[in-house]
């Protein structure tokens, strides 16, 4: 079974740091990183930020400047640094992308079981 597994969420101050990971496991090919969402309290689930598979990235005006998209190819896992955190910031983050299992040509829309960050004031 293939899922996209995160770590790196908890409970920073404001003007801190905290770097997602999300990282593929089961019998994969290779994943294509497509983006971090967020959901918080009450609100709907908005993109963070944007990887195409060429590596042009984007990103909500609200954490441009502050957070940071990348992959890595090798490892098949994907990244969110967040910098600058603030009590805004403070979500359910998921990771999304596209995997190829092993012996399968489509790939699955995939996304991580949400990491909690919470960013006090």
């Known amino acids: 079974q293939v899922q996209l597994v995160e770590s790196g969420g908890g409970l920073v101050q404001a003007g801190g740091s905290l770097r997602l990971s999300c990282a593929a496991s089961g019998n994969i090919r290779r994943i294509n990183a497509k983006g971090w969402y967020r959901q918080a309290p009450g609100k709907q689930r908005e993109l963070v930020a944007a990887i195409t598979s060429g590596g042009s990235t984007n990103y909500a005006d609200s954490v441009k400047g502050r957070f940071t998209i990348s992959r890595d190819n090798v490892k098949n896992t994907m990244y969110l640094q967040m910098n600058s955190l603030k009590p805004e910031d403070t979500a359910v983050y998921y990771c999304?992308?596209?995997?190829?299992?092993?012996?399968?040509?489509?790939?699955?829309?995939?996304w991580g079981q949400g990491t909690q960050v919470t960013v006090s004031s």
């Open positions: 999304n992308a596209d995997v190829w299992r092993a012996g399968v040509i489509m790939p699955d829309d995939s």
